[in-house]
């Protein structure tokens, strides 16, 4: 009788145990099963976000032409055609219902010009979470808890108050968007009065910053244009081309030197005005424009210097609104001493002057009654005599001065 007394217990035990056990592995399955259904709202919600990033200027422009704050959210299927979702996802929670998506431009009034407009969204399940037909709060805990994350914020309706939905650690409160606001609803939003990445710089340039910025001393590699109304201070440009439209402003000497800064760099320009003294520790070279006596101006105040145009080097300058040498119009080539049937080469004058002579006798006797005749003939070179009246060679000297005429 003992024995028959010990089984019963035995097995009654027994099925205790085991109905525990099947207990414990459904509430494990289950577990596991929120925590799954968690994750995957938290991957499309981070989809939904990207999604937003990248369609950013159509719903800026979709708000802006239409004036209506309601945006076109997408779908999931359209977040699966996108790219955003990597891979196929059921429209709906695996307890029925189907994924919604509302999205709205904020805050009311924002202008594109202004560049305060943001993307606000929610995300949620159309149906609460639901257990024997009842809704199951604890459950929707566990999804909220599991889904939530750094920039998307999940919350759910708890029995207490349906229909606020309440954020994790009550971090913030939403309307209950489901019929009737039951309890056990799950909503995830990136933001109730701004979107969740308003604090970052939208890649299409849609958003304008709003205050300084420091970059924490990287470099910005690849940049087009910097137009800036204020100061740009850096201790060294580097740049293939500068454009300035102003001025550029040193408190000491402006230095151009090579990309290593160890030596002065050639600079080229078009007109520049130097307002002081101009030091050349170089050959100064001008360019070859100017032709003798042809007319010219100079800017009040200023004298304008020129090459002559044969490429010879003769430098002119505006005199009197004319070009002529800067050595005069009449400058001196070379100096001889001469006697009777000397030869005097010509000079070699640059474009516009014309070779001359001059012959002054120095040393000669001759008869006070008798002719003296000292000549030379043509434009050079020339020979030279100095002669009685009959022509004939009296041993005189002098002395010959070449120049050129302009």
Known sequence: MGSIIEMAVFLAASAILTVYSIREDIQKHLASLLATEGQNEAVITDALGRWANENFSTLLTQYTQSGNSTLTAPTIADLQTAGNLKQAYRAGPFWGG????????????????????????IFYPSLPYARNGKPDVSGAA????????????????????????????GAWTANNPLTGTPAAAILATNGQNSDGNSLYIRRDGSLTWTGDQNVNGVSLHNVNSIDATGTIAVPAVSASNVAVSNAVRTPSTLYVQNSAGTAPAPIDTGTAAVHGNATVYGALEVANTATPRASCASTSGTTRVAAN???????????????????????????????????????????????????VPQSFNINTTAQFNAYSTGTGPWTVYLTDGSNSNIGAQGVVETYCAY
Request: hydrophobic share 35%; charged share 5%; proline share 7%.
């Open 98 to 121: 189907t994924y919604t998506i509302q999205m709205s431009m904020l805050p009311a009034g924002c202008t594109e010009t202004a560049g305060n407009c943001h993307v606000s969204w």
């Open 142 to 169: 566990q999804i909220a808890v599991a889904a939530n994350s750094q920039d998307v914020q999940f919350g759910y309706s708890s029995t207490r108050n349906a229909a606020t939905i309440s954020g994790l650690n």
């Open 309 to 359: 145009a044969d490429g010879s080097g003769q430098l002119l300058s505006c005199l009197y609104n004319q070009w002529v040498p800067v050595s005069g119009p009449a400058p001196r080539y070379q100096y001889y001493t001469v006697g009777y049937g000397s030869y005097v080469p010509a000079p070699q004058c640059s474009a516009g002057g014309s070779p001359q002579i001059l012959l």
